[in-house]
């Protein structure tokens, strides 16, 4: 069998595995220090073995955390461009395609935007429940969850705004067919999807509006289920309404799902979920190290003053980030650094 070079399917191969590659090693590179701070505080044997096996055996050197520097800057520098080329390519999938509903030019950053979206919204859903159940409040504060709320919002109203050039491109063309599809879409057999699809991603984040609705944790929960069902109307709404009816009335026909595609998509669910739970058992919910490495303990002192003895309120804030240790070494002299060793 001879790929086709020309075909977007086989870019799909390329962008989709190096994207993937690349995020697994990002993902792996980040958890090295935590899994060392899981194996030295390890107790069993084989727990013990496998946490110090992946954990490459790191030691927390000054030269270990410069490389880890470097790689992470590395891989984030790959893994941004990344974002825009692997949806983008996966948007031609359907953009170089004659059918209509299919062939137009929005689609690549129409695809970036809904990733975002969609990106942000699952996480929302997973982060608002694993900082209540795990007691993370202190670490994933509401501020964090606001910014995540207002890009949300902003990448909701982009795609708010694809939906309607979308529409606008179908009528202005003056192409029928494309047309036709548009206005299937918008008032055919699928309308109901459609309309899901409108509420749930364009209109629900614009509550964020609201400072008191984004710093709700209720509210943004409920908002991020909204996101997540939108999302997935969007692409039954693209496949769907885009096939169900061509060019030929005698092929039209309503779509529906049959027991083995359903039990499909429950097992995708379950099969994330498990995955999600196994990371959240054994693994480090947060990045302890990079969380270390920008929080500060402050800590609400009483210092005794000599001269009359009243206690004065003070705060004592230590920052123990590897980055001051770092910097302190660096101000050394290598003759001081040689009578640290020996």
């Given amino acids: ?81 990344l974002v825009l080329s692997v949806h983008t390519i996966v948007s031609f999938d359907f953009a170089t ?33 694993v900082r209540k159940v795990m007691k993370l409040e202190a670490y994933i504060t509401i501020n964090h969850l606001e910014q995540m709320a207002k890009i949300i919002m902003l990448t909701g109203t982009l795609v708010g705004i694809a939906y309607g050039t ?88 309503y779509y529906t799902p049959t027991i083995v595609e359903f039990m499909i998509l429950v097992g995708s669910f379950g099969l994330f979920f498990t995955l999600f739970f196994l990371f959240a058992k054994y693994l480090p919910m947060i990045a302890v190290a990079e969380v270390k490495s920008i929080y500060k303990m402050t800590q609400k002192g009483k210092d005794r003053s000599a001269l009359n003895g009243n206690a004065v309120q003070s705060d004592i804030t230590w920052n123990d980030d590897y980055e001051y240790q770092r910097d302190r070494y660096n101000r050394k002299s290598v003759e001081e650094l040689l009578k640290e060793v020996h």
Wanted: aromatic share 22%; hydrophobic share 50%; net charge positive.
């Fill in 166 to 253: 979308e529409l606008f491109m179908a009528w202005y063309s003056g192409y029928e067919y494309e047309w036709f599809t548009f206005a299937n879409r918008v008032a055919g057999p699928y309308a109901w999807a459609y309309w899901t699809m409108i509420s749930c991603n364009v209109i629900s984040p614009q509550i964020y509006w609201f400072k008191k609705m984004r710093t709700s944790p209720t509210v943004m929960f409920i908002i991020s289920i909204f996101v997540n069902i939108g999302m997935w109307f969007e692409r039954f709404v693209i496949i769907v309404t885009s096939l169900h009816r061509d060019f030929l009335v005698s092929s039209w026909s």
């Fill in 97 to 129: 395609s004659v059918i209509p509903g299919w062939h137009t030019t929005i689609f690549p950053p129409y695809f970036v935007a809904g990733a975002i979206f969609s990106g942000f919204g699952m996480v929302h859903t997973l982060l608002i429940v």
């Fill in 1 to 81: 069998m001879f790929p086709n070079f020309n075909s977007p399917l086989l870019w799909d191969v390329f962008a989709i595995s190096t994207y993937l590659t690349v995020s697994l090693v990002f993902w792996y590179c980040g958890l090295i220090p935590d899994l060392a701070l899981v194996r030295d505080r390890a107790k069993g044997k084989i727990a013990k073995f496998l946490y110090g096996f992946f954990s490459l055996g790191w030691t927390g050197s000054l030269k270990q955390w410069n490389r880890f520097e470097l790689v992470s800057l590395i891989l984030a520098g790959l893994a941004t461009p």
